[in-house]
């Protein structure tokens, strides 16, 4: 059920509001979403719709509590992937260590830092989008619409001045050759 505010807008039903802050706390607390609808008598659907609402909306004290812990675990991945990063990694081929001479030294393997390095950027990715940094920008097709119809007008009326103007010159008196000393 929707409710019209006095704004005018509907706003959502109390219930389902308080509906999204459970299903995000325990969402927080690390539960599926099938033991949140489970819990809450929703489709398992509804329950992630409900947590995403719930981070969205103005309930932020369990939105809030799920980034953090998003944050977290995600911050300890990322410390996980700098350790595989920091270790010396041995080419192994048929259960023994690759040296490139007998009795030399191992030889190094360097996909695991580039896998662990790959694994860093998704985390810094994934991070980002949780912080909202790399939100895209929207510009609806009325306001770039109007934006070419400004321009187009402008251009129309320099245009109309230039043909206004039988000798040429600029009614300011200064010229096109004095446009390229302005500040």
Do not use: F
């Amino acid at each position: 059920m929707s409710i019209r505010g006095g704004d005018g807008r509907y706003d959502r039903d109390p219930d389902v509001a308080l509906r999204d802050a459970r299903a995000c706390e325990m969402r927080a607390r690390n539960m599926p979403y099938s033991e949140i609808a489970a819990e809450l008598g929703i489709s398992k659907s509804q329950a992630w719709e409900g947590v995403q609402r719930a981070l969205a909306d103005t309930v932020r004290e369990p939105a809030d509590d799920v980034r953090r812990l998003e944050l977290l675990r995600l911050d300890e991945l990322a410390r996980a992937a700098r350790e595989v990063m920091g270790a010396t990694h041995y080419v192994v081929s048929q259960g023994k260590v690759v040296r490139l001479t007998r009795g030399g030294a191992p030889l190094e393997d360097d996909g695991p830092v580039l896998a662990a390095i790959d694994r860093l950027l998704k985390i810094q990715e994934r991070r980002a989008r949780l912080l909202g940094l790399d939100s895209p920008q929207r510009v609806s097709i009325e306001a770039q619409q109007l934006g070419d119809e400004v321009r187009g007008l402008i251009a129309a009326l320099l245009a109309g001045d230039q043909e206004d103007d039988p000798d040429g010159e600029d009614d300011d008196g200064l010229g096109d050759d004095d446009e390229s000393d302005a500040p």
